[in-house]
């Protein structure tokens, strides 16, 4: 039986039809069908990727396996500056307790008296030392001591100097979001101490009491363990005598 010789090229798909009519049979015919299988495997391969991908009820594990490269668990580092709405989170992530010392201006309201007092220098540089303990984010208690600043009254017969200083316990409410910029408003009482003087030793006295406080202010956070405050307090020393302070300092959070 004849067999015609083997041609020097592989015939391109179209022409199997017409060999397997012809019901021909070697090598030619043979690597055309392995490569038809290889595409057919290769084919089915990819479709089920595609459907384990976009499928919802397909294999947890090959989706984690998947996806796991497409996913940055890498720990999210916090913003350098990223305005008042970044994940900052305050400077008050480290410890609750914090530390704070300052210096500011007071100006004092002298009621006249029976006995003609007048304010003569109605302004005055204080200084104050705190300590706070912060159990929530918005709540906080702070203790203080500090002066409130040396001021001179004039009577009708003699010239006082009188020095304050105050001993105060505040609760503190934080308002809004806990990031770099946050406002609070505080309240509580103190235990002022004055003591006058005439120039004279003998002339000397100390006074004391217990008054009433308010205030409010802002903390403006540098990092988590700095922030900068500005404040104002009320201080009703007693029935004629009132302050306002205004202060800056520096808080340091342990």
Not at 27 to 49: G, M
Not at 212 to 217: M, V, W
Not at 227 to 240: C, Q
Request: a negative charge; aromatic letters at 12%; hydrophobic letters at 35%.
């Amino acid at each position: 039986q004849y067999a015609p010789p083997a041609p020097a090229y592989t015939p391109p798909p179209s022409y199997a039809p017409r060999i397997q009519r012809r019901d021909y049979r070697g090598p030619i015919y043979d690597e055309y069908q392995r490569q038809l299988r290889e595409a057919e495997a290769t084919k089915a391969a990819q479709d089920a990727t595609e459907s384990t991908l976009f499928s919802d009820d397909g294999d947890d594990a090959a989706d984690s396996a998947v996806s796991a490269p497409l996913v940055d668990d890498s720990p999210a580092q916090p913003s350098t500056f990223a305005g008042f709405s970044d994940d900052f989170g305050g400077w008050d992530q480290g410890s609750d307790v914090y530390l704070g010392a300052g210096v500011g201006a007071t100006f004092f309201d002298f009621d006249t008296d029976s006995r003609g007092s007048r304010d003569v220098e109605s302004s005055a540089i204080g200084w104050k030392m705190m300590a706070g303990y912060r159990p929530t984010t918005r709540i906080a208690l702070e203790a203080s001591f500090g002066s409130l600043g040396k001021v001179t009254e004039i009577f009708s017969n003699q010239r006082r100097e009188d020095e304050y200083r105050a001993i105060a316990l505040n609760a503190v409410l934080f308002l809004g979001p806990d990031n770099r910029l946050r406002p609070f408003i505080k309240g509580g009482v103190h235990y002022w101490m004055v003591n006058r003087s005439t120039g004279r030793a003998v002339d000397s006295l100390k006074d004391s009491g217990f008054g009433g406080q308010a205030g409010a202010g802002v903390d403006y956070a540098l990092t988590q363990s700095i922030a900068l405050r500005g404040e104002w307090e009320f201080h009703a020393i007693d029935d004629n005598i009132f302050a306002n302070a205004l202060t800056a300092m520096a808080l340091y959070n342990f």
